[in-house]
């Protein structure tokens, strides 16, 4: 998919929020879905089982209006984090311009986490991209629930952020950093749009 | 026509028509004391029409005894016209000189109707004078409606002017609420927000769009969301820009994560779009929300350099002001050439040129002569020399001299011949388009025109003629509108010195049923007569038409044949006629025994031998004039002896 089409006058990111079952990738969507304006909300599509588990991919178009005579529009995805949705999970990172890593902060869940991280590389490198160059956030979320139950944000850092790429600590059910998050990965993405004008990937 | 749902109630008052509200209300509550004509302006679909039926219910509210009269102007030319046409006039001027409260819609109608105008100012001047109210409205300010009486503007202009202009944003919304409400249907808040930010140019299109939204949710069964409005609306109005009226409002308390995240977005992406492409991106947004298409923007955006955009800019600028500057000609020629697609693209400026240039030629062009009409073809001696000449010299010069030319005279003296042939001439000498017709054809086109609705454009098409050439104008007689309509076609095209040439059976002055400012045009010019052909004109048209068709006539026969009398040219083209046929028949060739066997055969007994010299008294060749057998001469002198 072509990030910027100058034809139609079109931006349009692709940005996938990755990780573990249960991490909150969903809750991220769903706090962001909330503060759209309603003029602006599409419809969030959520195709989830009966415990309310993605079952296949959470999908939000957000639709920016015209930035500089630019349709602006951005399309969040999140995948299945259950480790048998592999096939989904690579469909729906195709063509990504951005991936948001959301990371439990819960200190059981840190295998979790890296099990994730390397899925997702090994996703990337299935579609033949290498996971260095792909714009990646880390989000370190649940930061609110309490201290004892939490891994600190260095350790977070050790296992999966050792690329050291932008990492926000975010409480997605409340919404501290869930924008920081958003506005960090879009500004990755938008950045390389001077890099990759009008080349489509 | 003051319908019930047009009310004040029901009229949302915004900062663009707040004035010409409160004027109204002003004048429904105390008719003929304030503002008087009260005229309202604006461009169509902005409510100037339920404004006016406003006053109207809203002073008969207050004064059920109040005679109101709201009337759309095609009404009120309708009848006048009618009560024209019925001889009716008086009873007219008593109707509406006894209307307490007049409303007239749509006066922008008044150009041209210079009748309707006169009609008017009396009207005007005799309510204004016993202190009744009048209320006008127009999609222009009465100094802008051209071709009317300056009394009239200034009377229109005498009272208080207020113009209405577009919702904005607020009443918008305020709009559609109260349609929502009127009509008794539920519409979510944000969608009816989304189609009140689509910038629709008027209140009608505003109310297209809601209506399709409720349309969409009866048929489907279902609400409609925000989402769906664009797609409904059928990608009308502009879409939503960034710097919407209504961020600022809302930016604070819901959506105050999204509003920052969002202006973030936008210099991130200000940022890493390059300039031009950006100044480009926001022209092309801009253009194509005014309606015009962009393909040279868009082409330019792929470019991989940075082109020379300010003059890229400025060009297509003003292309679109060119485009702009042919539509609005076009519409005055043909207004249903109005929002044609082709003055949407400025790359399709020669299409656009060439749109204007054929409806300025009208689509099909006027009737032109026939090529059978010949000036060479014209035999012009004695009687009908003057009228040769006169049209030798309007060929010489058209226009200049002799404008407009009236030929007059019996029928079947060679008029049409004479009008054809000074067509052609002109054609053959350059003239682009002449228009040659018969006046009862121009009149069925007229009738034509009006029953299609296409007057305008067959009025374009005649005044566009670089000669105007209409044969009978004395079938004018007795009519109305193409009376008005030659009248200012010819004040046209004789403004611009387009030669004119009529023909008619009687003189100007003596065409009864003509409208004398009419008359006097007729008369403006020279008025030539063409006279039953007299002896050398009868001797040069057989001299003429035989030897044309190859049959050497000696000068006896030549003089006996022109003195046969005969009142017309066509008379005698019928006795040559009959005679070269005649002569063809028997195998002979024409002399002046065999035309006076076959044209008086009864005569050639006792008239067989000619005189030597000077020919035969007219006379006694005269076989209607001459009584040849006498019945029973001997019974009738015994009878007298007795």
Not at chain 1, 34 to 63: E, I
Not at chain 2, 154 to 161: D, F, P, Q, T
Not at chain 2, 568 to 579: F, H, I, K, P
């Amino acid at each position: 998919m072509s990030i910027v089409n100058y034809a139609t006058r079109e931006i349009t990111c692709k940005i996938v929020y990755y990780g573990a079952g249960r991490s909150g990738k969903t809750t991220n969507l769903q706090y962001i879905y909330a503060q759209v304006p309603p003029d602006r909300k599409g419809n969030m599509v959520s195709l989830a089982t009966q415990t309310d588990r993605t079952l296949f991919f959470d999908f939000l178009p957000l639709d920016l209006g015209t930035i500089s005579g630019f349709t602006t529009r951005f399309q969040l995805y999140t995948v299945p984090g259950q480790v048998y949705y592999q096939a989904t999970r690579k469909l729906v990172l195709q063509g990504a311009d951005g991936v948001v890593f959301v990371a439990d902060s819960q200190s059981r869940q840190l295998d979790e986490n890296i099990e994730s991280m390397q899925d997702l590389h090994g996703n990337l490198a299935e579609h033949g991209i290498d996971a260095r160059t792909v714009p990646l956030v880390v989000q370190y979320n649940k930061r609110d629930l309490p201290q004892e139950l939490l891994s600190t944000i260095d350790e977070l850092q050790d296992v999966v952020n050792f690329r050291g790429v932008p990492d926000f600590p975010a409480d997605a059910l409340h919404g501290p950093g869930v924008f920081e998050t958003l506005r960090g990965i879009s500004e990755i993405v938008l950045k390389r749009l001077s890099a990759t004008q009008s080349t489509p990937r | 026509m003051t319908a019930s749902r047009f009310r004040f109630d029901t009229y949302v008052v915004g900062s663009a028509n707040r004035l010409a509200v409160g004027a109204a209300r002003a004048v429904a509550e105390a008719p003929g004391a304030v503002y008087n004509p009260l005229f309202i302006h604006g461009p169509s679909g902005l409510g100037k029409t339920h404004l006016l039926a406003a006053i109207g219910s809203h002073a008969r509210q207050l004064q059920p005894s109040l005679q109101v009269e709201y009337v759309g102007f095609d009404d009120f030319v309708e009848q006048f016209h009618a009560s024209v046409s019925a001889g009716e006039m008086e009873t007219f001027r008593r109707r509406w000189g006894a209307v307490d409260l007049l409303l007239l819609d749509d006066v922008q109608f008044l150009t041209g109707r210079r009748e309707l105008q006169g009609e008017l100012l009396r009207l005007f001047n005799a309510l204004q004078g016993t202190g009744k109210q009048v209320v006008l409205s127009s999609d222009r300010p009465p100094q802008e409606i051209s071709d009317v009486d300056e009394r009239l503007v200034s009377r229109l202009a005498g009272g208080l002017i207020v113009d209405i202009g577009a919702p904005d944003y607020e009443t918008r919304l305020a709009i559609l609420r109260a349609a929502t409400t009127e009509r008794n249907v539920q519409v979510a808040t944000d969608v009816l927000e989304t189609i009140a930010r689509l910038q629709l140019p008027n209140v009608r299109e505003l109310h297209g769009a809601l209506n399709r939204v409720v349309a969409e949710q009866s048929l489907a069964g279902r609400r409609v969301t925000s989402g769906e409005v664009w797609e409904l609306a059928g990608s009308k109005g502009v879409p939503p820009e960034v710097e919407a009226p209504r961020r600022a409002s809302d930016g604070t308390s819901l959506g105050g994560e999204y509003a920052s995240f969002l202006s973030d977005i936008a210099s991130a992406v200000a940022a890493s779009v390059e300039p031009w492409k950006s100044r480009l991106a926001e022209a092309i947004a801009y253009w194509r929300g005014e309606g015009f298409r962009t393909g040279v923007l868009e082409r330019a955006m792929q470019l991989g350099a940075a082109p020379d955009i300010d003059a890229l800019l400025g060009t297509f600028t003003a292309a679109v002001e060119h485009m702009r500057q042919l539509e609005r000609h076009a519409v005055t020629v043909d207004p249903l050439l109005g929002g044609n697609e082709v003055f949407r693209d400025p790359e399709r400026i020669d299409d656009a040129e060439a749109l204007v240039d054929r409806a300025l030629a009208g689509d099909t062009p006027p009737p032109g002569p026939d090529p059978a009409f010949t000036r060479q073809g014209f035999e012009s001696a004695g009687s009908n020399q003057l009228a040769a000449r006169a049209a030798d010299a309007v060929v010489a010069e058209p226009g200049a001299r002799y404008n407009p030319l009236v030929i007059h005279g019996p029928s079947g003296t060679g008029k049409t011949h004479l009008l054809h042939a000074v067509g052609n001439a002109l054609v053959v000498s350059g003239a682009r388009r002449v228009a040659c017709a018969g006046a009862q054809a121009f009149i069925e086109e007229l009738v034509g025109a009006l029953q299609d609705g296409s007057v305008d454009r067959w009025r374009a098409r005649y005044r566009g003629v670089d000669a105007l050439l209409l044969d009978d104008v004395h079938f004018f007689a007795g009519t109305e509108r193409a009376q008005e309509e030659l009248f200012h076609l010819f004040n046209e095209l004789h403004g611009q010195g387009r030669q004119i040439v009529f023909t008619s059976n009687v003189a100007p002055k003596d065409l009864t049923g003509l409208e004398d400012r009419l008359r006097s045009r007729l008369e403006g010019g020279l008025v030539v007569s063409m006279q039953p052909p007299e002896r050398t004109l009868r001797e040069a048209l057989y001299r003429r038409w035989l030897s044309g068709w190859g049959v050497t006539a000696d000068d006896e026969l030549l003089r006996y044949l022109g003195e046969r009398p005969a009142n017309t040219a066509r008379e005698v083209q019928g006795t040559a006629s009959r005679l070269r046929e005649a002569a063809a028949q028997a195998n002979v060739t024409l002399t002046l025994g065999f035309a006076m066997e076959t044209l008086e055969p009864q005569r050639r007994a006792s008239l067989a031998v000619p005189r030597a010299s000077g020919g035969i008294d007219a006379f006694l060749l005269n076989e209607e004039k001459i009584v040849w057998d006498w019945p029973d001469v001997s019974g009738r002198v015994i009878e007298e002896l007795r």
